[in-house]
């Protein structure tokens, strides 16, 4: 209460700083880095609105998955490196829902549909697994999910697919590593009610898709669960005194953050159109968990805004820096930075002493 | 104690840097490659051999008839070789040994041998060795890191342990 | 618990349930031996070939772990400064013995710094330092790039083209070593009924035991188990706590870059962007196989582990054949157990400390409650 007496008392500059402070230096730094890129692009040829479309389309594609992370971290449960898990589920959706002849949009429902059985599965057996361990759940859930993509790299091969959009030929040898879903749901939000001006293009099906869903979640965290959730994620015993069951409400997220990462690789197929199987989910938690870190999260609080933010400066990182770099200096270190900005965000946050809370 | 300690890391430093040196200089590794080709020098030419046989520490490592080129990787600055040469067909085969010191930067040296049985001088006789710039090495290699799976088709790769 | 009044069923029980991952892998490979129709001959000398090309490795990853700092995922970086150092060597022309020793020499320092760098970053992350490590694998495998796929050519010099990329600078995605190859490994080699044993390699993986053995004695040693134990039990006993740790980390760095180079050496090739990618995580899994757990390792875990998970590793793919008529599946499936393994023995750690601070909760209670009754 006293802070908010001297609030007053503050001058602005001391404000300001306070603000960034709180905003921490290396977003601060990656928006700078990505303002100045936006400044740079049209010297190098590349067309303004066509890289705005660009940043747009892949935050739409990239959005829910990382909304994915919020209940776990709202929980306590740390950046979700589990990631995977969910996707799994979304693409045993994706991959059921075509198996079993559904096309079209109809095809995007259906996988939501398949995959949410599964999403609520694995995710109770993995919010079990949590609860079983709480303190290590980041080391864990990344080998966790590496456990079941290997596991499912099996099963890509093993399960009966037949039908020859996806599975390799006649003899049955599982589905291929990659395939495109034109005929089924590729583009089928971004496509939806989709704005084009000139060069710039916004899938607006995509992007309400995701606000529909941001908005849930916003909803969600206000209810009385909600609040729970909040509060077991700030303080465990607390909320223990306060009557609430805790692994109850951990188990929750977990199902909540495997489901929208299940809907979320649905989503991004949908904008790449293609299915990727395989070892393609191994990579897939790292760029999300960096994605919200970037956005202004910690390993213990996170928001839609932070989301948001997140999203675009990542993806606004990974798109602009290619073309800027190729064509102010021919040589593209791109990927590098990349690797280096996104990780060097995620230990970033892992070292910072004022959010270790257990 | 902590004097000691300094010293004795001090000396452990200086040790390794002394190995390494060592190292740098016996294990720096060379090729020589034998001519039996035809050489001009001073107006003269010197003919080619009907045979010639490298030994490097008593075991053939060429065989040459008129014309042809072999060779010999070694370590450190210097190699000792035998030949045994056969100028016509029935002649009885003379035997020279020779110790030819290579600069460290060259990676390899080529030696006339015919050049070299004349007594020539050794800058008659030596050349660097330029290797030759294949297609294959030029063709250009595309490195692939792609940590994110940004590619359209991402295929996975298992390293082997 | 564990008194005189134990029946032999549960000592077995016991038994088992410590040693439930060896015994699984056993199982496994008892299960997979006779599909895969190997002749003895060549299973010991593929065993032979891969335990004396990966033990070195895993035995880095002892000291963290005496140190309390779990699995060393940041072992990977020793693996780096190896590569940079064999790259350089490959380009000088050092060949046999002293290219090896050369390419060890030269990766110490770099490995130092890693590991310094390494171990501040993990000192700011306690509690956490596996996820840490893990993450610092992946930020500096982006450094490492930088300066092997940029640096190099351009700063660095790099004279031969079957090194460089045409472009002028960059090292190629394949470093060819076969001017090292089997270089250490073929020096008094014997060869015992049809099985190549490298006798050097063996002996020298020996000698870091002793070495390791001797360590844990010292006082440096006996200091990382204290801070292992209890770091604010060892701050109060006046142990530089976070000198310690990352000094435990230096070394695990410093081993990891030795131990590279003779994995290197073995292969005799080297692919410079993935070579490290994955060896911490067949390093850490086969160290679990053997017994192993994250905070508790011995060296014999790490010579059983060698010797379990490369067995496996062998036969999986023709048993796959067997089983499911298709080799992918085998090499799936040692992935699989690979992530499995690592997965069970984290699980099983955290589980395990839970326990023993629920109980050390409880007996605080009971204490108290003894104190207020008085």
Known sequence: MSEYVNESNRTLSKRVIEALKEFGLPRMIIA????????????TGANFWTQITNVINRFSWNAVLVLAMVPMVHSGCGLNFGLPVGIIAGLLGATLSIEWGFTGPLSFVMAILIATPFALLFGLAYGWLLNKIKGGEMMIATYVGFSVVSFFCMMWLVLPYRKPDMAWGFEGTGLRTTFPIDKYYGGVLSNFLRIEIGRLVIPTGALLFFALLALAIWAFLHTKTGTAMTAVGSNATFARAAGINVDKIRMLSVVMSTWLAAVGIL???????????????????????????????????????????GTILFQGMVTMTPTVMNGLINLDISEVLRVVVSNGMILYALTRKSEVTR | MKKRRILFVAAAILLLIAIAACM?????????????KKLEYEGQTYDTYRRINVFVNGEQVAKLSAKDRGMATFMGQQLSFDIEVTKEKGDDPVNYSYTVKVPYKEDGIVLNLPGMIAGLPEEAYTTVFVPMVTEEDNAEEEIVIDEFGMSDVTEGEDTEP | MNGKNTSAPRKALNFLSNNAVPVMFIIIIAICLPMSGFSTTFLLNEIMTRLSRNAFLILSLLIPIMAGMGLNFGMTLGAMAAEIALILTSDWQIWGIPGIVLAMIMSIPISILLGLLC???????????????????????????????YMMGSIIPIVHTTIKLPRGYGVRASVDLTRIRKALDNVLSINIGGVIVPVVTLLIIALMCLIIVWFR?????????????????????????????????????????????????????????????????????????GGASVDKASIGNVFLGVILFHTMFILAPKAGAVIAGNEVIGEYFRVFVSYGVITVALVMYETKKRRAKAGMGAQLAAAQREGDKR
């Open chain 2, 24 to 36: 740098m200089v016996i294990g720096r590794g060379h090729t020589m490659y034998f001519d039996n």
């Open chain 3, 217 to 289: 004695r010292t006082k440096l040693g006996q200091d990382m188990r204290a801070v292992g134990q209890d770091m604010e039990v060892a701050r109060a006993a006046g142990i530089d706590v976070e000198g310690t740790r990352i000094i435990s980390i230096v070394i695990s760095t410093v081993l990891a870059g030795i131990g590279m180079v003779i994995y290197l050496q073995n292969m005799g090739d080297m692919a410079t962007y993935s070579s490290h990618s994955q060896i911490g995580m067949f390093c850490i899994a086969a160290l679990l196989v």
């Open chain 1, 267 to 309: 989503v991004y197929e949908q904008g790449f159109g293609f299915v990727q199987l395989y070892n393609a989910p191994f990579n897939m938690a790292l760029p999300a968990v960096s994605a919200i870190l970037i956005g202004g999260a910690t390993a213990n609080k996170a928001s839609i805004t932070n989301v948001i933010i």
């Open chain 1, 32 to 43: 700078a880095f990505l303002l100045l890129m936006f400044i740079v692009a049209p010297f």
């Open chain 3, 119 to 149: 171990g501040k970053i993990l000192n700011a992350a306690k509690g956490r330092e596996m996820i840490t490590s893990y993450i610092i694998s992946f930020f500096m495998n982006g450094v490492y790039q930088l300066v092997v796929l």
